[in-house]
């Protein structure tokens, strides 16, 4: 009946537009700190309640989805903890899970019913200027079960992120996070690592290098132009998984360098074995 959503960028936009095209909820709530985010989404011709508290309010609601930082999971769950009515069904969009979860489910009321999920529709751009109501079409929405995880609530999730256009898939936080930390986590520390490597040779060359950019360093500054929030609480929030593929990044870089410098026919035979 009536559904929160708590920080309103690319993400909890994109979800806003949808949810009020397709009419998902009878009344739609919106919690966004920015003030100059609340400025643009009183631009938007949609049908929806903007508060500027987690306060007695959000106890109207059934179901919220957090599209905040990692770092503000707690507050928000201090505040779902004395507002939200029993068994409110909650969901958020975080990229990582394992340390989250555990976090949280400390301090979590434990009649609040809480199922993580990772919609993987993200975007350099963010704000609520960029929401996009196809943001989740044909992309993938992962949950995270649970031990304690009700069918009858997962079914409710899942359902949700089909409305908005996903697909789903279901598997446990740990999964998540090492699959997430080499094909999302490290590709965006390389990328922040190689605009600085560049900015920096451009220092020590006097060369401005990033005017010449070719594809190739210019799709590593577009991904570099990531919210460095988010990302800043993605690395830490998955810090274990993190160390070990930047180790394994740093063995295979020596490797190469080694061959770059002494061996050609490797050089070759590794480039041509892994197209």
């Known amino acids: 009946n009536k559904l929160l959503i708590v920080g309103c960028g690319l993400i909890g936009s994109s979800i806003l537009k949808k949810v009020c095209k397709k009419k998902i909820a009878k009344k739609i709530f919106v919690f966004e700190k920015s003030k100059k985010n609340q400025r643009i989404l009183k631009r938007f011709k949609l049908k929806f309640e903007l508060i500027k508290k987690m306060d007695k309010k959000i106890s109207e609601c059934d179901f919220i989805v957090i599209c905040a930082p990692l770092s503000e999971y707690k507050k928000i769950f201090l505040a779902c903890n004395k507002y939200t009515k029993k068994n409110v069904l909650i969901t958020d969009v975080g990229s990582a899970k394992r340390d989250t979860i555990t976090k949280i489910n400390r301090i979590k009321r434990k009649d609040i019913n809480w199922i993580s999920s990772h919609p993987i529709a993200g975007s350099e751009v963010s704000g609520?200027?960029?929401?996009?109501?196809?943001?989740?079409?044909?992309?993938?929405?992962?949950?995270?079960?649970?031990?304690?995880?009700?069918?009858?609530?997962?079914?409710?999730?899942?359902?949700?992120?089909?409305?908005?256009?996903?697909?789903?898939?279901?598997?446990?936080?740990?999964?998540?996070?090492?699959?997430?930390?080499?094909?999302?986590?490290?590709?965006?520390?390389?990328?922040?690592?190689?605009?600085?490597?560049?900015?920096?040779?451009?220092?020590?060359?006097?060369?401005?290098?990033?005017?010449?950019?070719?594809?190739?360093?210019?799709?590593?500054?577009?991904?570099?132009?990531?919210?460095?929030?988010?990302?800043?609480?993605?690395?830490?929030?998955?810090?274990?998984?993190?160390?070990?593929?930047?180790?394994?990044?740093?063995?295979?870089?020596?490797?190469?360098?080694?061959?770059?410098?002494?061996?050609?026919?490797?050089?070759e035979t590794k480039l041509k074995n892994l197209k």
């Open 128 to 267: 609520p200027l960029n929401g996009n109501e196809n943001l989740f079409l044909n992309k993938w929405s992962v949950i995270i079960k649970q031990k304690k995880t009700q069918i009858k609530e997962m079914k409710k999730i899942l359902k949700f992120w089909k409305l908005l256009g996903s697909k789903t898939v279901t598997m446990d936080a740990v999964q998540h996070d090492k699959i997430f930390a080499i094909t999302s986590h490290l590709p965006h520390l390389i990328a922040y690592n190689l605009i600085l490597t560049a900015t920096n040779f451009k220092i020590s060359n006097k060369d401005n290098v990033l005017r010449f950019s070719a594809g190739g360093l210019r799709d590593f500054s577009r991904i570099a132009a990531s919210n460095e929030i988010m990302w800043r609480d993605i690395f830490f929030n998955n810090k274990s998984n993190m160390l070990k593929v930047i180790d394994l990044f740093i063995k295979n870089l020596k490797i190469f360098k080694q061959d770059i410098k002494l061996n050609r026919k490797n050089l």
